[in-house]
């Protein structure tokens, strides 16, 4: 109870802050079943399976309501090309190639990614059960959203999980000019006490694509570290990152340890690509290419801590809360662990009714919705 109480706290110092920002912004508030309606319309209306449509609107809506905005509603007209242009399928579904008592090997058949994961993970799930580990990799997938998605099923049901991807090569690696990696994220959600869990969830290079996106959708500029121009050299402009640059690992420049994110990344790729057969590297398709099928790599594990050592979840809320106590540099900002930020802004979402949004995006929903002809998200709130 003590975590909760002090999330509380935290809570509502942040809020204090997001409602400076987001009034600043005017940005409107959508319920998620509403964002959740609209997601699946849009699949829908251009020939996607209701029960794929339904695993694609959870993962974005998921994405958005713990803050992820890179990766919810922002990433719905890739999707819809997907299926629109056909280098996306929805008439099959993953199956199995191979499998062991505590792994399996999946042919995604090119169906959304989240078909794909949830598929992936529900395996790797059910075989930790048994075999207290479920190891499952699989070819033939797409983007799947956030990677710590996958992860939370598997500690929703009190195992360690862990989900990984490639993607396409987007990333600079140390001492090089051209992106030949992919962002490939690394996710592990662990379950505390009382609904308490450590979830992380990062990409292996600095930052996100989509936020990189998102800062030219907005156009204020990137941070240092996040991302090079066409000739290599760090730059501050989001379209120079997108038009012809790359983005740079985790660590940033090689004088801090950016060598370290580019190891990484190709950790990602051997777990995704190289053991699984499938595209790796320069060889996946250029990002939001909708001619060639993409053909990613990913991995989903689930552990059953009960396999080693009793206690695991009161240890690893002692963990968690020996973190969070610190004493902070600032005391405005609490130390916190992985996942307190999305849970946070989780909790934000409920007391405002539902999700906030940039006017641009309800913008570029708006003419989503016109495009494809259905009906636009009804707005619970604008925020003035």
Same mark, same amino acid.
């Given at each position: %109870? ?16 997001? #409602? ?7 940005? @409107? ?7 959740k ?18 695993s694609?609107?959870?993962v ?8 992820? *905005? ?36 999946? @042919? ?25 580990v ?15 998605? *996958? ?20 990333v ?23 609904? @308490?869990?450590?979830v ?19 156009q ?31 660590g940033?420049? /090689? ?58 979840? /009161?240890? %690893?809320?002692? #963990? ?17 662990v992985?996942?307190d930020?999305?849970?946070?802004? %989780?909790? %934000? ?13 309800i913008?570029?929903a708006? @003419?989503?919705s ?15």
């Amino acid at each position: %109870m003590q975590f909760w109480r002090r999330l509380l706290q935290i809570s509502k110092q942040q809020s204090r802050l997001s #409602l400076r920002h987001y009034s600043s912004e005017n940005w @409107d508030v959508i319920s998620n079943n509403e964002v959740k309606r609209f997601a699946r319309d849009c699949m829908t209306s251009v020939g996607t399976k209701p029960q794929h449509a339904d695993s694609l609107a959870e993962v974005l809506v998921q994405a958005d309501y713990r803050g992820h *905005y890179s990766h919810g509603l922002n990433r719905l007209d890739m999707y819809v090309k997907d299926i629109e242009s056909g280098v996306t399928v929805s008439d099959k579904e993953p199956v199995i190639l191979k499998e062991s008592p505590a792994t399996a090997f999946v @042919d995604g058949q090119n169906v959304l990614g989240p078909v794909v994961g949830d598929f992936c993970m529900d395996l790797a799930i059910n075989k930790a059960k048994r075999s207290g580990v479920g190891w499952v990799v699989a070819k033939g997938s797409n983007h799947y959203g956030i990677a710590g998605h *996958y992860a939370i099923r598997a500690s929703e049901e009190g195992l360690l999980g862990m989900s990984f991807t490639n993607t396409s090569p987007l990333v600079v690696p140390t001492r090089a000019k051209k992106p030949i990696l992919g962002t490939n994220p690394i996710s592990l959600a662990a379950p505390g006490l009382h609904g @308490d869990s450590f979830v992380l969830d990062m990409a292996t290079s600095t930052a996100a694509l989509g936020k990189i996106e998102i800062h030219e959708r907005k156009q204020i500029p990137i941070p240092n570290s996040w991302g090079v121009d066409a000739h290599g050299k760090m730059t501050n402009n989001p379209t120079d990152v997108l038009n012809g640059g790359g983005q740079m690992p985790l660590g940033g420049a /090689e004088e801090t340890s950016g060598y370290k994110g580019s190891g990484l990344g190709v950790l990602v790729e051997i777990f995704c690509g190289i053991l699984s057969g499938s595209a790796y590297g320069p060889n996946i398709r250029r990002w939001k290419n909708t001619t060639t099928v993409a053909n990613l790599g990913q991995c989903f594990i689930a552990v059953d801590p009960d396999s080693f050592m009793p206690g695991f979840e /009161e240890r %690893m809320s002692d #963990l968690m809360g020996i973190c969070r106590n610190q004493e902070p540099v600032d005391k405005d900002k609490e130390v916190l662990v992985a996942g307190d930020p999305e849970r946070i802004h %989780m909790k %934000m979402c409920d007391e405002r009714g539902g999700i906030p949004y940039h006017p641009n995006q309800i913008q570029y929903a708006i @003419d989503l919705s016109n495009k494809l002809n259905v009906v636009s998200m009804e707005i619970v709130r604008t925020q003035k």
